[in-house]
């Protein structure tokens, strides 16, 4: 069960670009990293193709970032908070913030 997802607003706990908030725009589970919107940003340098009519140059672009170093972003109290995981007497299993003890959303319905 992952504790940050696609879509999610996080906040950059360690690394240059600490102290920042961004979405998660994609998640590697297999190397455990996601990509934020704005964090990370590295300059790639793309080489032109005139034939297809692909400009070269530098772009900026985001690079992955290590999920240990991002916290969900809780709204309620404006600030990162823990993620925890409860499953509810229906057996639903919800995502909730530690810190305000709100839930994030329903994850997925457990058992048979």
């Known amino acids: 069960m992952n504790r940050i997802k696609k879509g999610d607003e996080v906040y950059?706990?360690?690394g240059r670009d600490k102290g920042k908030r961004?979405?998660?725009s994609k998640i590697e589970l297999a190397e455990?990293?996601?990509y934020v919107k704005g964090i990370n940003m590295v300059t790639k340098h793309k080489r032109g193709n005139p034939q297809q009519g692909i400009e070269?140059?530098?772009i900026q672009q985001e690079a992955s970032i290590d999920l240990s170093n991002l916290m969900l972003w809780d709204p309620v109290a404006?600030?990162?908070s823990r993620?925890?995981?409860r499953v509810l007497e229906d057996g639903k299993k919800v995502r909730y913030?530690?810190?305000s003890n709100e839930v994030v959303d329903i994850v997925e319905k457990t058992g048979s």
């Open 22 to 24: 961004g979405k998660v």
């Open 12 to 14: 950059v706990i360690a």
């Open 83 to 85: 993620v925890g995981i």
């Open 32 to 34: 455990k990293r996601a």
């Open 78 to 80: 404006k600030a990162p």
């Open 97 to 99: 913030y530690k810190k």
């Open 56 to 58: 070269g140059g530098r």
